[in-house]
T-cell receptor, first 112, second 108 residues
Framework: SQTIHQWPATLVQPVGSPLSLECTVEGTSNPNLYWYRQAAGRGLQLLFYSVGIGQISSEVPQNLSASRPQDRQFILSSKKLLLSDSGFYLCAWDWNSGNTIYFGEGSWLTVV | QKEVEQNSGPLSVPEGAIASLNCTYS??????FFWYRQYSGKSPELIMSIYSNGDKEDGRFTAQLNKASQYVSLLIRDSQPSDSATYLCAASASKIIFGSGTRLSIRP
């Protein structure tokens, strides 16, 4: 069966510090991978999606970036965090765009 | 702008009653529809998917789809306190679009 893991689960970072969130999918190959952000009490905002290694599409211009160095690995990064980057970050995957999306456990980021 | 709209709630339902959650979508090209449940502080988990007009039942849950009206609903029968959560509706054509969720509270 397929599983998705992301880490760290929680982190508190000062403004201006870098960020790296990692996500891996097991039990499948060539998945579509997604990064979403959910602000407190708000809906899901799609940040990035990837249909293959090195292929990244950005949905929202901001100080975040994403990379896919391996087929089942997706990384969310920032060089300098802003207070507005605080939120719940979710990695997700599916087989084909438009099909069921499965989410990782999520990462809580608080920028102070 | 393709959208999925949900009433944010909170929707308060007595234990044992039927909870009815509604959702509308704007993209007529949407072919797949999903309901996710999200407990506070946790990631969304899939409850049901529906692709054809009509009803689809799974245990205490029934999803209803009306493509002509661009309307999707989720009924939860015999509501339990453990059903208290935020329910996200999603519609998909070429990519999946999520609503902002309806907060459901089951009161004893």
């Amino acid at each position: 069966s397929q599983t998705i893991h992301q880490w760290p689960a929680t982190l508190v970072q000062p403004v201006g510090s870098p960020l790296s969130l990692e996500c891996t999918v097991e039990g499948t190959s060539n998945p579509n991978l997604y990064w979403y952000r959910q602000a407190a009490g708000r809906g899901l905002q799609l940040l990035f999606y990837s249909v293959g290694i090195g292929q990244i599409s950005s949905e929202v211009p901001q100080n975040l970036s994403a990379s896919r160095p391996q087929d089942r690995q997706f990384i969310l990064s920032s060089k300098k965090l802003l207070l507005s980057d605080s939120g719940f970050y979710l990695c997700a995957w599916d087989w084909n765009s438009g099909n069921t999306i499965y989410f990782g456990e999520g990462s809580w980021l608080t920028v102070v | 702008q393709k959208e999925v709209e949900q009433n944010s709630g909170p929707l308060s339902v007595p234990e044992g009653a039927i909870a009815s959650l509604n959702c509308t979508y704007s993209d007529r090209g949407s072919q797949s529809f999903f309901w996710y449940r999200q407990y506070s502080g946790k990631s969304p988990e899939l409850i049901m998917s529906i692709y054809s007009n009509g009803d689809k039942e799974d245990g205490r849950f029934t999803a209803q789809l009306n493509k002509a009206s661009q309307y999707v609903s989720l009924l939860i029968r015999d509501s339990q306190p453990s059903d208290s959560a935020t329910y996200l509706c999603a519609a998909s054509a070429s990519k999946i679009i999520f609503g902002s969720g309806t907060r459901l509270s089951i009161r004893p």
